[in-house]
């Protein structure tokens, strides 16, 4: 870099930028794509040179160098923040926005610079600059929040204003599955009484106290499983009553007289169907069958479905009541078949029993595409179940049978910031 360009950057002389700009009209662009380190950039923002850094953006090509780093891994926005440079900061913000966002090589944000270097005004300026609550929450290399760095630096004000304003996540984990108000009693933080009221008036809670998402989703998995349970019985109930009663009278009653001889031989409660339509009653009386049976299969897997896993009942329970509908539904259908009457009303009986008919086909053969995956899942789930029964927690099983979602591990580094050699944590 220019040597002058240098100087004129660490004395903030303005006048001296322009006469080098007009002397050479790239030399801020040789000078950020030459400096292996500091750029003029870098230096004012260091040193709070507002006009100087407005200076520097009148030249259209310069506004790269809001992204360039130092030796450190440290763009200017990020020394701004460090050094407190407020004025400095806000100006870098308006010309590189999306600079404030890149990451420093320890992994930290801009945001941890500001609680490390505890400087308060400047992180205020970002975090409404940014309105970001993903950044925010963003952790480092370490695991660690803001609001973690915050406990463990003891920024009593710092926390305060996190709480209130930031919309930081109170209760979020670092890498060692501690939340910040384990960070404050884990460590023997000297004003561990003002920062825990203020923790836990805004809802902080220990690790150990946090019930899982896993743990909510299961509960309410729980629920909906009762309330379904409810609806089924009462469907279940239901049709087997229907059944139970197309059984005892069929479409067109029963005999009430017996007679041995002639055209018609039947006896007294004989259904009349049985020979006035001997097809559809058998059609009629295995179709009625198969939905009393299926409800009452239904009822009995309610009544002891607690002694089956709740991801295998329901897709069982599904079937059989698939199953109990559609039967039920072809009874109807040759009911009406067989009471309608001969002529015009008759056919359009008849045709809508076709209809019937044919829609139950159609449900019927998306059912069966569905049977081999229930098929596949029921097998699962009795695997589980008899494990279960060898005193394995069927829990565990579940999770690793059904669950769509793998929960990634957190890493095993420590849940503080390492220190450097020289007393400072990376961040």
């Known amino acids: 870099m220019d040597r002058r360009l240098c100087d004129a950057a660490l004395e903030g002389d303005v006048t001296a930028l322009d006469q080098l700009v007009q002397e050479d009209p790239l030399v801020l662009d040789k000078a950020g794509l030459k400096c292996e ?66 990451k420093t090589d320890g992994g930290g944000t801009i945001l941890h610079l500001c609680i490390k270097y505890n400087q308060l005004e400047a992180l205020k300026i970002l975090v409404d600059k940014l309105k970001d609550p993903e950044f925010v929450n963003a952790k480092n290399e370490d695991g660690m929040t803001i609001l973690h760095l915050a406990v463990y630096y003891e920024q009593y ?65 729980l629920e909906w499983f009762e309330k379904s349970r409810e609806a089924i019985m009462v469907v279940a109930i239901l049709i087997a009553t229907m059944a139970f009663q197309a059984g005892i009278s069929p479409p067109g009653g029963v005999w009430q007289d017996d007679l041995l001889e002639g055209p018609n031989p039947h006896t007294i ?33 309610l009544i002891r479905g607690s002694s089956i896993p709740s991801k295998c009942l329901m897709p069982l329970l599904a079937f059989v009541m698939w199953l109990a509908i559609a039967t039920i539904a072809m009874t109807y259908a040759i009911a009406l078949v067989t ?67 793998s929960l990634r591990a957190p890493r095993s580094s420590g849940g503080v910031t390492p220190r450097t050699p020289s007393g400072e944590s990376r961040v």
């Open 37 to 102: 380190d500091k750029n003029p950039l870098h230096l004012a923002a260091i040193l709070g040179h507002v006009d100087f850094v407005k200076a520097i953006f009148q030249v259209e090509s310069a506004h790269f160098m809001c992204w360039a780093r130092d030796r450190d891994g440290r763009n200017p926005l990020h020394l701004a923040a460090m050094y407190g440079r407020v004025a400095v900061l806000q100006v870098l913000i308006h010309a590189g926005f999306r600079a404030a966002l890149e």
């Open 157 to 221: 004000e710092t926390i305060k204003y996190l709480l209130v304003n930031a919309g930081v996540e109170v209760n979020i984990k670092n890498a060692n599955g501690k939340t910040a108000l384990d960070l404050l009693f884990g460590q023997g933080v000297t004003k561990s009484s003002e920062i825990s009221s203020c923790l836990q008036e805004a809802g902080a809670m220990k690790a150990k106290e946090i019930r899982s998402p896993i743990d909510d989703r299961k509960l309410k998995q």
């Open 269 to 301: 409660g004989e259904a009349v169907m049985a020979q006035k339509h001997p097809k559809y009653y058998w059609l009629l009386i295995r179709a009625n069958t198969i939905a009393f049976v299926s409800s009452l299969s239904t009822i009995i897997l």
């Open 339 to 405: 009471v309608a009457p001969k002529g015009a009303r008759g056919r359009q009986l008849g045709n809508t029993s076709e209809i019937l008919v044919i829609v139950l086909m159609v449900w019927s053969g998306w059912m069966v595409t569905t049977l081999y995956e229930i098929n596949a899942l029921f097998k699962k789930c009795l695997k589980i179940h008899r494990m279960d029964s060898r005193g394995y927690l069927f829990s565990h099983f579940v999770r690793q049978v059904f669950s769509r979602v």
